[in-house]
T-cell receptor, first 111, second 114 residues
Framework: GEDVEQSLFLSVREGDSSVINCTYT??????LYWYKQEPGAGLQLLTY?????DMKQDQRLTVLLNKKDKHLSLRIADTQTGDSAIYFC???????????FGSGTRLQVQP | NAGVTQTPKFQVLKTGQSMTLQCAQD?????MYWYRQDPGMGLRLIYY???????DKGEVPNGYNVSRLNKREFSLRLESAAPSQTSVYFC?????????????FGNGTRLTVT
């Protein structure tokens, strides 16, 4: 999706923290999402944040939203090999009925 | 719970052939979607159905048609397949299509057009 951008690849060592970044262009975005895709599978919702929030934490996951810079990040603490996957950022803009997805960030976790 | 079920899982077509991708959900969701996933391009919306009886075009509808057969089923048809339609196709559903009703995805159909 041209309205949502992500870096393509991130490599971390097991036990380190991972930070996956996303930028979006539509200032009317109401909800922003992080999805995870494992090989050969569909996307699974990890977490989402409403646009009036700055941060959301859910166990090992922390989402940060900077509305001024239109920047979203996903931090995974204590990254495990099972976290290796493609992570998609997505937005839902006001008036739209479907999400716009980024191109995905492939996270590789090295033992 | 089965969730969102897509058939077939894999398909190879020759240019000009037609086929229908099937999708069914058992979560009583109102909204259903078809996306295609291409390398480096993320997911792009082909068509969606906000509720039973309605369908709308997404970002890349050309070459496709859809049918919302009933509340559970939403099919995607390729009338005359082209190599540019080689992709992974995902069906998704949500309860209301609003922000607090996240998408649930099927496992995808991998289509190759030669």
């Amino acid at each position: 999706g041209e309205d949502v951008e992500q870096s393509l690849f991130l490599s971390v060592r097991e036990g380190d923290s991972s930070v996956i970044n996303c930028t979006y262009t539509d200032s009317s975005s109401t909800y922003l999402y992080w999805y995870k895709q494992e090989p050969g599978a569909g996307l699974q919702l990890l977490t989402y944040i409403f646009s009036n929030m700055d941060m959301k934490q859910d166990q090992r996951l922390t989402v940060l939203l900077n509305k001024k810079d239109k920047h979203l990040s996903l931090r995974i603490a204590d990254t495990q090999t099972g976290d290796s996957a493609i992570y998609f950022c997505a937005e839902l803009a006001t008036g739209r009925r479907a999400l716009t997805f980024g191109s995905g960030t492939r996270l590789q976790v090295q033992p | 719970n089965a969730g969102v079920t897509q058939t077939p899982k894999f398909q190879v077509l020759k240019t000009g052939q037609s086929m229908t991708l099937q999708c069914a959900q058992d979560m009583n969701h109102n909204s259903m979607y078809w996306y295609r996933q291409d390398p480096g391009m993320g997911l792009r919306l082909i068509y969606y159905s906000a509720s039973e009886g309605t369908t709308d075009k997404g970002e890349v509808p050309n070459g496709y048609n859809v049918s919302r057969l009933n509340k559970r089923e939403f099919s995607l048809r390729l009338e005359s397949a082209a190599p540019s339609q080689t992709s992974v196709y995902f069906c998704a559903s949500s309860y209301s299509g609003t922000g607090e009703s996240p998408l649930h995805f099927g496992n995808g159909t991998r289509l190759t057009v030669t």
